[in-house]
Each structure stands twice: as C-alpha cells, then as structure tokens.
C-alpha cells in the first residue's frame, strides 16, 4: 500500500531557495499514487519569514539573506549544525490533522532529547520544544491540497547568533540552545537517525526506501 511506504532523502548541506521551490514543486504535482517523503539536510545560513511574519522582528540581519517564504509562523534562523527535517506528507490519506502533525513533531523531538538524558517539553501556547526556557526546535508548516511541506528545525551544534539579530518566532528576547550545549559528546548522524525513527513509528509507515539526492 502505498500509505505505508516512505521516501527518505538524506541531502547534506543545502541552500534553502532552490530546496524550498523543490518542495512546492513535489506537492503540487504529487498525488495519491505519490508515496510520502521526509527530506534530511542542513541549511546554508538564512533567515526565513513565515506568512505572517512581521517586520519588527527583524533587528539587524547583516549579510545573511531573509527569504519570504509560504510556511506558518515567524521568522528563524536556518544554518549549519542545524538538523531540518521536511514532511512531505499526505495528510489526508494518513488521516492526520494539522495539530495532530505538529504533535508528533514535538513529541518526537521531546523523546529524542529523552535518548540523552535531556528532559525537553512543549509549550501549548508557542509551538516548537523548549529545555529549561530555551527553544531547541522551531515548527512551520504549509499544508496545500491535503498535503503538508516544511516541518521542524533541531539545533546541534551551530552558531547561535545570528538567532541574537531577530525576534526568534517573533518572540523578542527567546534565548536559543543547541544539545552540543546539553550533552558532552554529539554525533549529528546519530541524533538524526532517532528523531527520524521516532517520527516513522508515529507517523506510520513499513517500507522505507533511501536516496542521497532529489532525483
């Protein structure tokens, strides 16, 4: 059946605007014969400001680049030792609701960050997962025709300030942490592959197949 199989594609360091028209471009041709598809990469340095994004939480951006993008929400900080992970989902066939998706993002890195000891949680009033006041992850999603793209950004091991030149999500003043800070030895790879295994068993699906690349 094709709603248990699942496309993982596992792209490396990318830029963010030629990734981004990648996924409209999936889910706008996509359709129910189409098998879902979860995208793994890391982001070249970018600021991008959701839907209803607004100015003033844009303090000093420098030479980073902001790009105007069709996800929900604020603006955030995209950069190496990131972790993005894109749910090219459909929705409907899987019977999950919007919020529902935005839980199981959440619970999925709440009980990563369980993996190593690192006791993280959820605001109902804030979407992403938070460790003693500090945002480790963002949440953004579109869902177009009953599918979704965009999904949720883990902070590793990167610089964190460029978070310190905007309202992170809009909200002025959010310090920022990463699990480099949390834990004494990181290995990204492996970090990934569990939050991707906790949002497989999720989510849902039994054949799972794996490419290096989008095409």
């Not at 359709?31 to 890391?42: G, T």
Request: glycine share 8%; proline share 4%.
């Amino acid at each position: 059946m094709v709603s248990d199989q699942l496309v993982i594609r596992d792209l490396g360091l990318q830029p963010y605007e030629p990734t981004w028209q990648r996924m409209q471009q999936f889910t706008n041709e996509r359709d129910d014969s189409s098998a879902d598809e979860i995208w793994v990469l890391q982001h070249e340095p970018v600021f991008t400001q959701g839907q209803a994004g607004k100015e003033e939480h844009l303090l000093g951006t420098g030479d980073i680049p902001v790009v105007q993008v069709d996800r929900g929400g604020q603006v955030t900080y995209h950069g190496p030792g990131q972790l993005i992970i894109y749910l090219l989902l459909n929705l409907k066939r899987k019977k999950i609701g919007v919020r529902d998706l935005v839980t199981i993002m959440e619970e999925s890195v709440v009980e990563t960050l369980q993996d190593y000891q690192v006791e993280a949680y959820a605001k109902p009033d804030a979407p992403g997962v938070y460790v003693n006041n500090n945002k480790i992850a963002s949440l953004g999603l579109r869902v177009r025709r009953g599918c979704s793209f965009h999904g949720l950004a883990l902070n590793l091991d990167m610089d964190l300030e460029p978070f310190l030149r905007i309202n992170p999500c809009g909200y002025a003043g959010l310090a920022m942490t990463q699990l480099a800070s949390l834990v004494d030895s990181l290995d990204q790879a492996e970090v990934s592959e569990r939050l991707l295994s906790h949002l497989i068993n999720k989510i849902g699906y039994k054949n799972l197949t794996r490419h290096n690349s989008l095409d």
